[in-house]
């Protein structure tokens, strides 16, 4: 039988263990947590598809051999070493999954095309502390004599969007006559986005696409 003195002295053991998880909890629930993640942890894999599609009745791909750079209304193709890496293992992996890639020009059941979007927004907001400054400094609340700081009553502001982007669309069932602009009428059945932190090494991209299509076990051709 344990004594009293024994007892008290596993329960502050207790305590002491449970007061070190709690404050490891805490810690790990800090406000700025998110800066110790590495680039490849930040990112984020977001998949979508048409759940009306069997994917099974596709059998060839079409794929061009650089990236679409979108960069608010221009679209510019760019082959550099990350964006090659992109091509290559798409192509791998869609291949492992039983479609085949078909050459420029020829006719293909589904169309790939691989999206680096960087976007940038300019707006406009309004101060609303604007006359009040400008009334508290007037009146001579703030003993400059009349003098006072100019505080604008709007400000300009600038938004960034930068992510990776996959979609696949649908050729094989095309509207007949498809041409020129008409191929905004092409359906989209497949779109992945990559965020997060910019890729920038070649070896994040094969983590990156082993991901995308770990999340979509449906894109299969039949065998």
Do not use: H
């Not at 909890?25 to 048409?50: F, H, K, M």
């Not at 091509?87 to 479609?99: D, H, K, M």
């Not at 994040?204 to 995308?212: E, F, G, K, Q, R």
């Amino acid at each position: 039988m344990k004594t009293s003195q024994q007892l008290m002295t596993g329960r502050w053991g207790l305590y002491a263990a449970l007061l070190l998880t709690l404050g490891g909890g805490l810690t790990a629930c800090r406000e700025n947590a998110i800066n110790d993640l590495s680039p490849q942890d930040s990112q984020v894999y977001i998949t979508n598809y048409d759940k009306s599609v069997n994917f099974s009745q596709y059998q060839t791909f079409s794929l061009p051999d650089s990236v679409i750079i979108e960069s608010n209304n221009s679209y510019t193709p760019s082959l550099n070493t990350v964006e090659s890496r992109f091509v290559t293992n798409i192509t791998a992996a869609l291949t492992n999954r039983g479609f085949r890639r078909v050459s420029r020009g020829q006719n293909a059941d589904l169309g790939v095309a691989i999206i680096r979007v960087n976007n940038r927004y300019t707006g406009v907001g309004v101060n609303p502390y604007s006359s009040y400054y400008s009334n508290y400094w007037y009146g001579g609340f703030g003993g400059f004599g009349g003098y006072y700081p100019y505080y604008p009553s709007y400000y300009t502001y600038q938004v960034s969007d930068q992510y990776w982007e996959i979609q696949i669309v649908d050729l094989k069932n095309r509207p007949v006559g498809s041409t020129g602009t008409d191929q905004q009428q092409l359906n989209v059945i497949y779109d992945a986005t990559i965020r997060g932190s910019d890729i920038t090494e070649p070896q994040d991209v094969d983590t990156a696409i082993s991901t995308l299509f770990n999340q979509s076990p449906y894109l299969q051709a039949a065998r």
